[in-house]
């Protein structure tokens, strides 16, 4: 930089003596001012070039410091895709279990002197066949919290109108409407059990007690596994 200085002075100098010389004028005091403006105009370049340097240092440190957040945002991303596959693959074992199911028959059923199991066996559907339709028994496949509903018509007037949910041969939930009304009558519940693997879940229809379906499917049981234990 200080050669390139001294080199502009000197032609700056050898221009001025050659005009000085030809015109037979003595400028020194132009001449002066001219290395001054140079003078001025280099420290000005050489604060711009600081200021130049010192931004593409910044800019080279915000760009490493954007590349470990990318890097740190990629690892993250793979960690997050690894746990998704993880709950995909946790998801394609779990067992799939959901069942609904109408009474399939046209009529009343009842009254008898003792409970009757009932079959729904008009499936809707039956994910994973845990459901027979043909005995009316649903099978735990897994450990879990298990979700049943039913409902139940009934039509004779006479007759009254009751069914229950049964786990393992113990009743857990019951409807019932005593007799002397003269139109469609219904009756629904349902509970949440906890089932081990081979218990078994089925309705009845109490004793005494009618029940009645038709091709509009009035009498229905339905069943799903909410989670695995």
Known sequence: MKVSVALLLLCCLSITDGQDFADGKNNQPNIWTEV???????????????????????MAQQIQELKKEN????EQMKITENQLEAIKRENAEQAKVAFSAD?????????????????????????????NPATGLFTAPVKGAYYFRFTVCGVQSKQSLGASLHKNGQKIVSVGQWRNHDQHRYGSNGAVLQLEVGD??????????TIYDSPDNLSTFSGFLIFPL
């Not at 199991?117 to 559907?125: A, E, P, V, W």
């Open 200 to 209: 078994v879940v089925c309705m009845k229809l109490l004793p005494g007690y």
């Open 103 to 131: 009474l399939g028959m046209r009529g009343d059923l009842g009254p008898q002197s003792t409970e009757i199991t009932l079959t729904f066996n008009n499936i809707f559907t039956n994910i994973g066949n845990n459901y």
């Open 71 to 74: 890097a740190g945002i990629t």
């Open 36 to 58: 001054r403006d140079v003078r001025d105009m280099v420290v000005e370049l050489k604060v711009k070039l600081d200021m130049v340097i010192k931004e593409n240092a910044n």
